[in-house]
């Protein structure tokens, strides 16, 4: 890729390939006042962490086992956010207390293989790529497209597994615990939001990493 495509697809902390350039990880602080407080205010379990061992068997399902490829949790909310390759335009929003009924996830989410959902998004891809949308874009756009397309990889499986086998920790953890998570398979990042206001972005790869050296 030619150094001004380069530039252009690395201005922004998160691009078509994830997190831009050699970082693993980025953090947002989040708002002094909810920050300094947040190891003060007391911590309450709810309807989340109460199902969180079978939510996360569920969650698997979603993204293995679905058309579902970016989910967001809401652990302190309970909303489910979901976009799938049926509809890559809309996304859907879910309660937890659903989620644990038996059969919802089965009607609400058509089942698809991972392998066979990395087939459709690689072939939308290259739709979009070929299609009329080109002669919208500038030269170095079209570079970006073209090779990002060419060398795109997803999340792999054992990092979806790995990535929400932390989630019971994260909501535990004493101090900073965990509010909510997106996971984008396309662009193998993991978004963790916590109590204290602050926001993290990290690889898939580099969850474990983040886990040993903050808690």
Known sequence: MREQSRALLFESIVNKVGLSGNVDQIQFRGDVSIRETAPTRSR????????????VKKFQRLLLETGVYHLGIGCHNGEIVTRRVYDPFTYEVHSIERFVEN?????????????????????????????????????EWLEVLTESNASWQPMGVSEIKNTLSHLKSLRTVEDYYLRKMTICLIQNIVEMQFNCDGTVIVRASFIDQFMAQNF
């Open 44 to 55: 309450y379990a709810n309807f989340f962490d109460d199902h969180l061992d079978l939510l």
């Open 103 to 139: 059969n919802y996830i089965e009607r609400q989410f058509p089942g698809i293989s991972y392998p066979k959902k990395v087939e459709v998004i690689r072939k939308v891809n290259q739709f979009l790529e070929q299609s009329d949308l080109r002669l919208n874009l500038s030269e």
